[in-house]
């Protein structure tokens, strides 16, 4: 919970900036041509801007990334999980500014596990995210932006499957479930050219998993996650 709150605060600050910076160097750009020419003693060449095309027009847009997610398998675990996996995330922009964006992701590995009998130590544990919602661009010239998301839908926790036929209250976990999930964060985008995209996206990621042994009660989870790939705009534009 700490760990998402300093994320916030520092993705707070990382939007402060872009948007103190990002239109200063948009700015500038502009006042420059896509592209230039030079005359050498040997010659003259022109040298050509790979980013002189980035237009912010277009209607489709699709990333693959490697990602990251820290969880905790059961409601009173001290140890955590760090997990790792894949973020495939979509967009439709329907104006300049906003959009509907819809993420799938999944992330495996292993958790620290309850005292038990059993000598069950680090076993696997999974979680598939899905849901959607909408996505704001923020500030952005031709090099890179920040875009904001808020997206919701559901997590499939699989925490079952390497327990050696125990049940998860022995080790404290969850029992498998389908829950509620949220996702609240964003992108930040390095524009490589028309089409091609480097992008980060930090998110605090929100679950709430049912306790099925025992009692009916539920835990809310705040959490951090990371993902680090490549965004291809399509070249359909927006009307």
């Known amino acids: 919970m700490r760990l998402s709150v300093r994320f916030l605060f520092a993705f ?14 948009g700015a500038q750009s502009r006042s420059s041509s896509s592209s230039s020419t030079q005359t050498t003693g040997t010659g003259t060449y022109v ?5 002189a095309k980035v237009r912010y027009d277009n ?16 409601p009173t ?35 620290g596990a309850a005292p038990n009998p059993y000598s069950i130590q680090g076993p696997f544990v999974s979680q598939t995210f899905f849901g959607a919602g909408p996505e704001w661009l923020g500030p952005h010239n031709k090099h890179g932006d920040l875009i904001a998301h808020a997206m919701f839908g559901g997590v499939y926790g ?8 125990q049940p998860p209250s022995v080790v404290d976990f969850y ?5 509620m999930a949220g996702i609240i964060g964003g992108h930040i985008d390095l524009n490589r050219s028309e089409h091609w995209v480097f992008r980060m996206t930090p998110d605090a990621v929100l679950t709430r998993y049912s306790i099925n042994y ?9 959490n951090f996650a990371l993902s680090v790939g490549v965004e291809y705009k399509f070249t359909k534009k927006k009307r």
């Not at 040298?47 to 980013?51: A, K, M, R, S, Y």
């Not at 025992?214 to 705040?222: E, F, L, P, W, Y």
């Open 59 to 74: 209607r489709y847009d699709i990333s693959l990334g490697m990602a990251y997610d820290h969880m905790k398998a059961g």
């Open 12 to 25: 707070a600050a990382a939007a402060l900036l872009g948007v103190c910076v990002l239109p200063l160097a």
């Open 77 to 111: 675990l001290l140890q955590g999980s760090n997990l790792g996996g894949l973020n495939l995330e979509g967009s439709y922009w329907l104006t300049k500014r906003w959009g509907a964006e819809g993420t799938a992701r999944y992330y495996l590995g292993t958790s």
């Open 158 to 165: 699989k925490f079952e499957q390497d327990l050696r036929g």
């Open 47 to 51: 040298v050509i801007d790979p980013l």
């Open 175 to 179: 029992n498998d479930q389908v829950a």
């Open 214 to 222: 025992g009692n009916r009660a539920t835990s809310n989870d705040v």
